[in-house]
């Protein structure tokens, strides 16, 4: 049975984002799975027709890429039997993730390309700049101190404790573990609760960096509308108790929306009812626009609340420090399934976190106007240019939830790619397979970068057909920009990457 057209796509991640024929740009990419063994000899790979739908590309530019990697030795291909990768059959194939369209997010791109795919800030703020000189300083002074701290260091764990207790959730050290990032609590999350084959509970759609973390236990998604809307119907029956359940209670990745109060609370009631363990992520819970006030914590409504936390949105992604609250108990667990892997985070950076959280709501607050301005602006450029995309204003976050009037996605992705712009299909962010009609945009950009983009995607939307499915698809001989150039040339426009 070849591999599916759509797998092999979210493997090649943004394969044409660079400059040249495409066919030689996907025999690139392809020779590059092949030799480093993600794509193990005797795979059958998809036929040449259905392989080009996936990919919004024209037949010729599949049938070049392969003869390219024909003649190279590295594929194999028979009238009949199909296109293999040359080799015997492994018994055993190389482990690998099942989803490597994360991974492509964080690639670095081609400078031509305007990111709208990843949403985080783009450059390490003065006040992270701040923190850490005052953060430098503090190592030089220590002694007795040989820095592991499985836990995370006791200022930071502090700075934690009391951020929360601020905000109306009275919290302990004890009750926080430090971790690199929000992505690595959710992954020790999912090794504490998650047997093989459990079921998890989650939204639809929801942060595609937790689903990787469920799946990469084994996990089965079971998904419920955005809230959880039906949870305690969900967790009723005994026989069907979910291992957990996971939640973006606050500028809910990606759609934006906010849990209300009386949601809040009989969400955290029935979890603590069933046992199930709930994780709520709050990693933009601090990023409400001006005059937008967002609930309490969803801890502050149950005591068994699990809550993920990290500065990587509303500071800056490679500042990896994040956080776990939750009870003493299960951060003594958690502590010690990290020290397996990692005896403790980077402790300047913990030092500058800790310094960085007592003014946390102030940023926020202070960037808030901002961040705001790129949102209406982003809106606003959609209505000019791309007026029948359907897409709502939230009240905070980082990205907006775009649907698509025709076609998928995934087809359209890989056509904006070629214009210029990377933007986040919405498949791989609902493990239900009901956003395949949606886009992910974020809004962080600059105005110009933000108004060039959808000048381009507008370009790309035509190229695509309007949504049609069919549009005009390039071939074997068409470069990755050819279109774009020509475009530009009748409306010239600065270009921004």
């Known amino acids: 049975m070849p591999m599916a057209p759509t797998a092999l796509a979210d493997r090649l991640g943004r394969w044409s984002s660079g400059r040249g024929p495409l066919y030689l740009l996907l025999a690139a990419r392809l020779r590059r799975l092949v030799d480093q063994g993600e794509l193990a000899p005797g795979t059958a790979l998809p036929p040449d027709r259905s392989l ?30 199909g296109t293999r990768v040359a080799g015997p059959v492994r018994d055993r194939p190389r482990e690998t993730t099942g989803a490597p369209v994360f991974l492509h997010l964080l690639e ?62 009275p919290t302990a050290p004890e009750q926080i573990l430090v971790t690199n990032g929000g992505q690595q609590a959710l992954s020790l999350l999912a090794r504490a609760f998650v047997e093989p084959g459990g079921e998890v509970l989650v939204e639809a759609p929801t942060y595609p960096g937790a689903l990787e973390a469920f799946r990469e236990r084994s996990a089965l998604l079971r998904t419920l509308p955005v809230g959880l809307d039906g949870f305690e119907t969900a967790v009723r029956s005994p026989a069907r108790r979910p291992d957990l359940a996971y939640v973006v209670s606050t500028h809910h990745n990606p759609t934006g929306a906010v849990l209300p109060p009386l949601a809040r609370r009989r969400l955290a009631v029935a979890a603590g009812a069933a046992g199930v363990p709930l994780i709520d992520d709050e990693v933009l819970a601090q990023l ?29 992604g490679g500042l990896r420090v994040g956080w776990i609250r939750a009870t003493e108990a299960i951060v003594d667990r958690l502590a010690r399934l990290r020290a397996v892997h990692d005896l403790g985070g980077n402790l300047p950076a913990q030092l500058a976190a800790a310094e960085l959280l007592p003014g946390l709501e102030r940023w926020c607050r202070d960037t808030a106007a901002d961040r705001r301005a790129r949102h209406d602006h982003l809106l606003a450029e959609l209505a000019r240019r791309l007026p029948q995309w359907q897409v709502r204003p939230v009240g905070g976050g980082q990205t907006l ?42 809004f962080l950009a600059s105005p110009d970068d933000l108004t060039e983009a ?8 035509c190229a ?34």
């Not at 990843?118 to 002694?143: G, N």
């Not at 937008?292 to 699990?306: C, E, F, M, N």
């Open 52 to 81: 080009a739908a996936a990919l919004a590309v024209g037949r010729g530019t599949v049938v070049a890429a392969y003869e390219q990697l024909r003649t190279e030795g590295r594929i194999v291909r028979r009238q009949g039997s």
């Open 108 to 169: 670095r791109q081609d400078a031509d390309v305007i990111l709208l795919a990843c949403a985080a800030p783009a450059a390490p703020p003065p006040v992270l700049l701040s923190a850490y000189e005052r953060a430098v300083a503090q190592l030089a002074l220590l002694t007795g101190d040989i820095g592991y701290h499985p836990s995370g260091h006791p200022r930071l764990r502090r700075a934690v404790a009391d951020h929360y207790t601020r905000r109306g959730v």
């Open 288 to 316: 409400a626009f001006p005059g937008d006030d967002t609930p309490p914590p969803l801890a502050a409504y149950g005591a068994t609340v699990i809550t993920v936390g990290s500065l990587s949105k509303s500071v800056w």
């Open 401 to 442: 939830w775009v649907r698509l009037p025709h076609g998928d996605g995934d087809t359209f992705a890989q056509t904006a790619l070629r214009h210029g712009v990377a933007v986040l299909p919405g498949s791989g962010l609902d493990a239900s397979g009901a956003s395949k009609d949606h886009v992910r945009l974020h």
């Open 454 to 461: 959808v000048r381009r995607l507008a370009v790309a939307w």
């Open 464 to 497: 695509y057909g309007g949504g049609q499915g069919g549009g005009a698809p390039a071939g074997a001989g068409v470069t990755a920009r050819s279109y774009e150039r020509s475009a530009d040339r009748r409306n010239p426009v600065r270009r921004t990457g």
